[in-house]
């Protein structure tokens, strides 16, 4: 990457890929590295600027994440974030104490508008704290640049040096200028020009493409959802045919869904690409036909799902690279990026598998949050029902059929799943729920139909709010709506005699069945 960049030194906070995404925001582009990072290596990459990002330690504790005092003579600015703050000061000789007061939630804090940080800030600002520990006794040749009732030293600077701290956690959008004082650091401080851009990724991504391709084949799994769809676009602008997609049906898909990904992809669509669709479902029917349990139903779907896209590939002709949309959460996450790791496994981030006949891996996305890579399939021109569809789980709706999934009820539980949809959107919902859908519950029971006795199925009918999916709250459904999607399931699905809205939140509850 070209671009000027500010670098963030994780030292293991929870919201360390917010500070990364608040940067980008602002124009400049930014990467998180852990503070085992050595300081050759991050100064190697030139940046304009550095922060240090908040952490669970404190600073006296000799276990704690720190980083070498070497840093601070290199001329980079630095901002340091709650423990980045402290930790500089630590470094620096001042001294970091346990907090008379601890500070939690929305704080307002009084700033000193003659910083570069504090440009445009109002006087009194409200910031977000989070901390048990403070700085007692600033570093020598640091000023107070901010104080609230409990800390005297909520912001530090020592700007013949520059550089900066604060308590407080500006990427967090409780603080409520916090966006306004990284912008000041990166453009006030650091110097930043604020070159990037999605439109220079695109023309960027597609040139380094080309020249690592070259004229050799690229193969990419294909599943519909927005990552692996924005890489297909990609590279089909790099390297149009010498593409190919694969794009494996495992029948567990929402009603018309392959169809709509041939749409885009296939023949009839607007990228130039080879496109294999696999129809898988009768092979995948089969492998689940005594699965009931969750999990061994996830392994056998992804399990099956890796055989039959290695068999379309072992068809091929010997393409040399694996595409895959890896974006940058799922880097940070597999505890490669920053710090903040709990391990996923399944990303499969950063190597090829085991035994794989590939040469090289192509990820292309893997320095982009999500908002960024919606933004780059919008520009490379794939359709908003794609970029913005809600998140669909990749063993799809195996894990919303509960027990035994057999072909029929994958059909049945596709034509409620259509008919709730499109209730939704055209009430106008759709944009105010995260995700909505419906599953087959595992019970049949008694009802009545014109003079006849039935014996069916229930459809639980599920739509939840949600941040960020760790915690979820049903959403309020109007009562005509409900009631109208009722009828239209049970007179339109056989098979169906109840219907039942699913009121629980995360927890107790999970956003899917299984
Ligand atoms: P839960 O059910 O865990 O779902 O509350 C939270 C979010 O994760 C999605 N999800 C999955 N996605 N494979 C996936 O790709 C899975 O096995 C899986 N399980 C859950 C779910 O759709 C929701 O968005």
Same mark, same amino acid.
């Given at each position: ?22 940067? #980008?925001?602002c ?23 550095? &922060? ?13 994440? =720190? ?44 700033v000193d508008n003659t910083s570069p940080l504090f440009e445009g800030i109002r006087a009194q600002t ?19 640049i901010a ?23 500006p990427?967090?959008?409780?603080t409520q200028e916090g966006t306004k004082m990284l912008s000041n650091f990166v453009y006030h401080v650091?110097?930043? @020009? ?59 898909? #929402? ?57 379309? @590939? ?34 499969? *981030? ?5 035994? =794989? ?18 933004? *780059? ?23 919303? &059929? ?101 009121? =629980? ?10």
């Open positions: 990457m070209e671009n000027e960049k500010i670098l963030v030194i994780d030292f293991g906070g929870q919201y360390n890929q917010l500070i990364a995404r608040r940067v #980008r925001e124009g400049v582009y930014c990467e998180i590295y852990s503070y085992k990072k050595d300081l050759d290596e991050v100064l190697a990459m030139h940046p304009k600027g550095i &922060i240090f990002t908040g952490g669970p330690n404190s600073v006296y504790d000799p276990a704690s994440a =720190t980083y070498t005092a070497e840093i601070f003579k290199a001329g980079i600015p630095i901002l340091g974030i709650c423990y980045g703050a402290q930790l500089m000061s630590h470094l620096l000789g001042g001294r970091v104490d346990h907090a008379p007061v601890r500070e939690y939630g929305k704080i307002e804090v009084s409200i910031c977000w704290m989070s901390h048990n520990d403070y700085i007692a006794e600033m570093a020598p040749g640091f000023r107070a104080h609230s009732d409990h800390c005297p030293y909520a912001a530090v600077e020592d700007s013949s040096r520059k550089l900066y701290g604060v308590q407080f956690h990427e967090v959008l409780h650091c110097g930043c @020009a604020g070159d990037w851009k999605m439109s220079d990724f695109v023309e960027q991504s597609i040139r380094q493409l080309r020249e690592t391709v070259g004229d050799k084949q690229v193969v990419l799994g294909l599943s519909g959802g927005v990552d692996s769809s924005v890489v297909a676009a990609l590279l089909s602008r790099a390297i149009g045919s010498q593409l190919t997609c694969i794009f494996v049906d495992h029948g567990l898909l #929402r009603k018309n869904e392959a169809d709509e990904v041939e749409a885009v992809f296939g023949p009839k669509g607007n990228f130039d690409l080879n496109f294999i669709r696999v129809d898988a479902s009768a092979r995948f029917y089969r492998k689940l036909r005594f699965a009931t349990e969750p999990e061994h139903k996830r392994k056998i779907i992804g399990k099956q799902f890796v055989r039959v896209f290695e068999e379309t @590939a072992a068809g091929l002709d010997h393409p040399d690279f694996l595409a895959q949309g890896t974006i940058y959460p799922d880097v940070v996450e597999s505890g490669l990026g920053g710090e903040s790791a709990t391990i996923k496994s399944h990303h499969n *981030v950063g190597g090829l598998p085991k035994h =794989t006949r590939f040469k090289g891996l192509i990820e292309p996305l893997r320095y982009l949050f999500k908002d960024e890579v919606r933004q *780059v399939g919008l520009q490379l021109g794939l359709p908003e029902s794609l970029i913005y569809r809600q998140p669909f789980p990749g063993p799809g709706l195996g894990i919303r &059929i509960i027990g035994r999934i057999t072909p029929e009820k994958v059909q049945l539980v596709q034509e409620a799943d259509a008919i709730w949809r499109e209730e939704l959107l055209a009430a106008g919902l759709g944009s105010q729920i995260n995700q909505y859908f419906a599953a087959l519950t595992n019970m049949r029971s008694v009802g009545v139909m014109g003079d006849e006795r039935t014996y069916d199925y229930a459809i639980a009918l599920r739509a939840v709010t949600t941040q960020d999916f760790m915690t979820a709250e049903a959403a309020e459904i109007p009562w005509e709506l409900l009631s109208r999607v009722t009828n239209r399931i049970v007179n339109e699905v056989p098979h169906v005699n109840r219907v039942f809205y699913d009121c =629980t939140g995360k927890p107790p509850a999970t956003v899917e069945y299984e």
